[in-house]
């Protein structure tokens, strides 16, 4: 079993930023590919970025491409977004989840089988 727990979300005027941290129970947590994902009111959940179990390997979705940064930590079983340049549009829950599988992380939400209760991120126009 492994929980995730996020943080750092809030509320940010556009062009601001924030970092995201999501931090993981499992002393196996360097084997896992992580992804984040949001869903905003009235929408599907939707993949934002993803990251392979070394940390070494990241994969965005194009609406964050240049903006958004994962990374991956294994030392302190923690996963970070970093959000930059935010926009109005990227106001949403954000969670984080684990795949105990993959090596590389996916956009595919199916493919995790963990994930975190999530963090609400509001962007003001």
């Known amino acids: 079993q492994v929980q995730l727990v996020e943080s750092g979300g809030g509320l940010v005027q556009a062009g601001g930023s924030l970092r995201l941290s999501c931090a993981a129970s499992?002393?196996?947590?360097?084997?896992?590919?992580m992804g984040w994902f949001r869903q905003a009111p009235g929408k599907e959940r939707e993949f934002v970025a993803a990251?392979?179990?070394?940390?070494?390997?990241?994969y965005y979705a194009d609406p964050v491409k240049g903006r958004f940064t994962v990374s991956k930590v294994n030392d302190k079983n923690t996963v970070y977004l970093q959000m930059n340049n935010l926009k109005p549009e990227d106001t949403a829950v954000y969670y984080c989840?684990?795949?105990?599988?993959?090596?590389?992380?996916?956009?595919?939400?199916?493919?995790?089988?963990?994930w975190g209760q999530g963090t609400q991120v509001t962007v003001s126009s």
């Open positions: 989840a684990a795949s105990t599988r993959l090596v590389f992380g996916t956009e595919s939400e199916h493919e995790y089988d963990y």
């Open positions: 990251v392979s179990r070394s940390g070494g390997n990241t």
């Open positions: 499992a002393r196996t947590f360097r084997t896992h590919a």
